[in-house]
């Protein structure tokens, strides 16, 4: 006998008890099923947990609950049944923060949260503090990204003066490298990050000339922050730049973008 989880559409025929206690059938199964069931089934379609699919948007087009995911695949749901001898349906469908609210005509409302599904992939970013290869991460440079896996290896150097790897899961971000200095330091101690491409591709999208490369940053001027040789300078203060490279030749060119930060 089919189950639920058996079925790629579900559509509603009609339900045996009030709207805030309800079963339902659906077609194709012989036994009702829970309103909990029925959610259940709505989450397990919308995507893995902890992957990059996670739902974008929920909109009501007249009974159908259309739910749409960031890879624009959707799930639907016949409602139409919702107001079946009780005069109580489905009036609006929206996505509020990681909450997905149905709302009746009664002025009841419907709640599932959604942030479990976002697994770092979407909105709500979860943050994860690289894990050190070959020794811990140094002291005073902390890296995080949006998915669990980002992994720091040292290449060379020692104390202040370090090379390494940061490498990020397919999928994820760099959420944040943050540089802290010891109340113990003398005021003026400087300290650069470098940013390397180092590829053997091209290091833009499409042509030499395309304004956004693979390589970028966002990056946001703090307070009291004073530009200076080789720094990027900032063009406006508070204001999220994107900085982009152009002009780069095929064959492998390195491209280095090198902030300085001063005490």
Same mark, same amino acid.
């Given at each position: 006998?089919?189950?639920?989880?058996?079925?790629?559409?579900?559509?509603?025929?009609?339900?045996?008890?009030?709207?805030?206690?309800?079963?339902?059938?659906?077609?194709?199964?012989?036994?009702?099923?829970?309103?909990?069931?029925?959610?259940?089934?709505?989450?397990?379609?919308?995507?893995?947990? #902890? &992957?990059?699919?996670?739902? +974008? !948007?929920?909109? =009501?087009?007249?009974?159908?609950?259309? $739910?749409?995911?960031?890879? /624009?695949?959707?799930?639907?749901?016949?409602?139409?049944?919702?107001?079946?001898?009780?005069?109580?349906?489905?009036?609006?469908?929206?996505?509020?923060?990681?909450?997905?609210?149905?709302?009746?005509?009664?002025?009841?409302?419907?709640?599932?949260?959604?942030?479990?599904?976002?697994?770092?992939?979407?909105?709500?970013?979860?943050?994860?503090?690289?894990?050190?290869?070959?020794?811990?991460?140094?002291?005073?440079?902390?890296?995080?990204?949006?998915?669990?896996?980002?992994?720091?290896?040292?290449? #060379? &150097?020692?104390?202040?003066? +370090? !090379?390494?790897? =940061?490498?990020?899961?397919?999928?994820? $971000?760099?959420?944040?490298? /943050?540089?802290?200095?010891?109340?113990?330091?003398?005021?003026?101690?400087?300290?650069?990050?470098?940013?390397?491409?180092?590829?053997?591709?091209?290091?833009?999208?499409?042509?030499?000339?395309?304004?956004?490369?693979?390589?970028?940053?966002?990056?946001?001027?703090?307070?009291?922050?004073?530009?200076?040789?080789?720094?990027?300078?900032?063009?406006?203060?508070?204001?999220?730049?994107?900085?982009?490279?152009?002009?780069?030749?095929?064959?492998?060119?390195?491209?280095?973008?090198?902030?300085?930060?001063?005490?």
């Amino acid at each position: 006998m089919p189950g639920l989880n058996d079925l790629q559409n579900v559509t509603l025929n009609g339900n045996l008890v009030g709207a805030y206690d309800p079963l339902f059938r659906v077609a194709g199964l012989d036994q009702p099923v829970s309103l909990s069931e029925l959610l259940i089934y709505i989450l397990s379609n919308l995507g893995p947990a #902890g &992957g990059d699919t996670f739902v +974008t !948007e929920a909109s =009501l087009d007249g009974d159908t609950l259309t $739910i749409t995911r960031n890879d /624009a695949s959707t799930v639907q749901v016949d409602l139409s049944a919702l107001s079946t001898d009780n005069d109580d349906f489905v009036a609006d469908a929206a996505l509020q923060g990681n909450n997905l609210v149905l709302t009746l005509d009664s002025g009841g409302t419907v709640s599932v949260d959604l942030s479990a599904l976002s697994g770092g992939g979407g909105g709500g970013l979860l943050q994860y503090q690289a894990t050190g290869v070959n020794g811990a991460v140094d002291n005073g440079c902390f890296v995080t990204a949006t998915l669990a896996g980002a992994t720091y290896e040292r290449t #060379g &150097g020692a104390g202040q003066n +370090t !090379e390494g790897i =940061l490498t990020v899961p397919a999928g994820g $971000i760099l959420q944040g490298v /943050a540089v802290h200095f010891s109340a113990g330091q003398a005021p003026g101690n400087t300290f650069y990050l470098n940013v390397d491409y180092d590829e053997t591709g091209k290091a833009v999208n499409g042509s030499e000339n395309t304004v956004m490369p693979v390589l970028g940053t966002v990056m946001t001027k703090p307070a009291g922050f004073t530009d200076g040789s080789p720094a990027t300078n900032f063009v406006h203060a508070g204001t999220p730049l994107q900085i982009g490279i152009a002009q780069v030749d095929d064959n492998g060119s390195r491209v280095r973008v090198r902030y300085k930060f001063t005490n």
